[in-house]
């Protein structure tokens, strides 16, 4: 029986709704298999700032550090994005987030549903068999550079800055991976212009040696996005950059049909963090429509890597596969054949989980 | 009739292949419309290091300033991927020629030929009628601010960096691009974590009351690169930075199946350079079976922009489609159904071509 203190940080737009399922199913699985999980609840984002003035306030990162994990909603508001001399943004909470807890490492897993095979805009037949894990590097690069306006605001940089150690840690990470799956690692990069990347790419060459049953494989970004596309399958585990692996996870979500199906883990340090790699949403926040198996699916994350709970882990994706076996669909994977009355709600999509756990 | 003089730079790999039919093509109609067309050759990347240490030498310079437009292979070799302390390499030959010439726009229309619709690892119906104009910036951000090691080599960065002229000279060209086609401009950036993209946004925003007739939609690359895949249709005229134009269009690829079937151009204050948007492609080199349809289609996109030959260009884009419905196809357009006979090399496919000029 575990004692742990997960804290629920829902943050902006639809990451209220889906957490509260992520949190429902955390609850089922401490009843069922006889654990107790405390919880607490912490602002961050768009919702800090309007409480507080600032996106990641003192009181939400002293209850982070207390938590054994956290499950993680949404941050960003289409007010800040419209708005681009905002001095105070809702990201600055989650990039200070990430450093602040040393979440260096973002662990993307690309794992398809049997049942939503159809759900892709990519044929079936490319995406049949395809299983990715993502290990995006999560504290550095052009997030954390210096960035500045020059010449009276009509200039502007951000610095792409990688130290060998950092490269390192990731990297580990990844090829350890990579040797529990199929021993292959993609490590992608764009050496042939970048100075960060060719380091990164030293980096990667000098460790492959310690990993001799890892075959390494180096691509270039604009390859891979293409690559990620005409041979999905060619992908195992990826390791990369903070930008590249935001732009290529995102990419690679719609080889699992949608974005609101897709959970990833942040960790490093100390405490794990677990969301969806989708947003806010603002368009479809509060319409009670939102897909929460992202948050569900992270809860398991939660619980397989940061608590070791592995029945309990699988337990989860076992309920999701069996719902989307009974045909249950949220909106955005659903499709003209299905019936509308297997079209559910953020809730009502809940409770058929909770039904199969 | 028109005397215009143009410069042959196939580069490394199938470069040479590819241009060769390029310019065949370009000859062809010459003879058939009555133009005198001039041509002159010149080395960059690779092989202009083996012969002269110099990935850009001076001569090729020089040659380029003085023609009327330029029909461009490829850099690239495996050699410096694989080396990242490599001091010379051949990109900094293409980067120093996008530099010199001032070409700051790089033109990358996805067009799709119906006959294709099937060869994408994208369902036909999510493709069907899709039409793309990317409009990338091509000498600024990452590609050209400084970079650099420090820490006795530990540490390594590159500087994004954006003037607001450069990021209003692109918007412009993609502005007027709209007006000509749907009136609709997707603008991409990364405004929620980047200064340089708030700078970038801030130019749109403000040009935007000077085109009211286009509609403006701003995507953050992350969703860019997930909603291409998800709903290409939803895009036509996009305006991007360098790095996530380089990205975007290389993924964009796939909706046209094939890298093979994609030019490009390049171009800004003085001669075009006209390329595919392909690589040098060094594991299939040598053996004459890389699809020339991407360097025929550049030289169709020379007519068309550097020399204003609308009916000559269409003549090429005409000659391409009629062999694609005849059923011939290069290996990488290819698919199980298609005949071997009809499943043609370089040097094949251009005589078909010339045959249906
Ligand atoms: C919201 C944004 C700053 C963030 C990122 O770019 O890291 C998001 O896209 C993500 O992937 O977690
Ligand atoms: C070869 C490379 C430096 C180049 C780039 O990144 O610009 C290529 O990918 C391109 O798109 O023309």
Redesign the interface.
């Known amino acids: 029986m575990a004692k742990k203190h997960i804290l629920i940080v829902p943050g902006d737009g639809i990451g209220q709704e889906v957490t509260t399922v992520g949190k429902q199913v955390l609850d089922r699985i401490a009843e069922k298999f006889g654990h107790e999980f405390t919880y607490d609840e912490a602002l961050i984002g768009h919702v800090a700032i309007e409480a507080t003035g600032d996106p990641l306030p003192e009181e939400t990162l002293t209850k982070m550090r207390a938590s054994d994990a956290i499950l993680f909603g949404a941050v960003?508001h289409p007010k800040?994005?419209?708005d681009?001399?905002a001095k105070v943004?809702p990201?600055q909470g989650l990039?200070r987030m990430r450093k602040e807890l040393g979440l260096y490492a973002n662990l993307r897993p690309i794992k398809l549903f049997d049942e939503l095979l159809e759900a892709s805009?990519?044929?079936p037949e490319?995406l049949k068999g395809c299983d990715i894990l993502f290990f995006r590097e999560l504290t550095g690069d052009?997030?954390f550079?210096k960035?500045?306006?020059l010449?009276d605001?009509?200039?502007?940089?951000?610095?792409?800055?990688?130290?060998?150690?950092e490269v390192e840690r990731i990297a580990r990470k990844a090829f350890e991976a990579a040797r529990t799956r199929s021993k292959k690692l993609m490590s992608v990069d764009?050496?042939?212009?970048?100075?960060?990347s060719?380091?990164w790419?030293?980096v990667i060459?000098k460790l492959a040696p310690e990993y001799p049953d890892v075959e390494v494989e180096?691509q270039f970004?604009?390859?891979a996005?293409?690559l990620?596309?005409?041979?999905p399958r060619r992908f195992d585990v990826v390791v990369t950059g903070n930008?590249f692996g935001?732009?290529?996870?995102?990419?690679a979500?719609?080889i699992a049909g949608s974005?609101g199906m897709l959970a990833s883990a942040s960790v490093g340090d100390s405490t794990g963090v677990y969301e969806p790699i989708h947003?806010s949403a603002h368009d479809i926040t509060g319409k009670g429509v939102a897909n929460p198996l992202a948050s569900v699916l992270s809860a398991a994350l939660l619980l397989d890597i940061s608590f070791g709970l592995k029945a309990e882990s699988e337990a989860i994706i076992a309920a999701v596969d069996a719902v989307l076996k009974a045909g249950f669909r949220t909106r955005d994977i659903a499709n003209s054949e299905t019936p509308a009355d297997k079209i559910l709600g953020t809730d009502a999509m809940g409770a058929e989980l909770l039904k199969n756990l």
């Open positions: 960003g800040y994005d419209n681009p001399s943004r990201e990039l805009s990519i044929k490319i052009v997030y550079g960035r500045e306006r010449d605001g009509n200039t502007a940089y951000d610095t792409m800055i990688y130290s060998k150690y764009k050496a042939n212009v970048l100075e960060s060719r380091l790419r030293e060459q180096h970004i604009d390859a996005a293409m990620l596309i005409k041979d930008l935001d732009i290529l996870t995102d990419e979500s719609q974005m947003g």
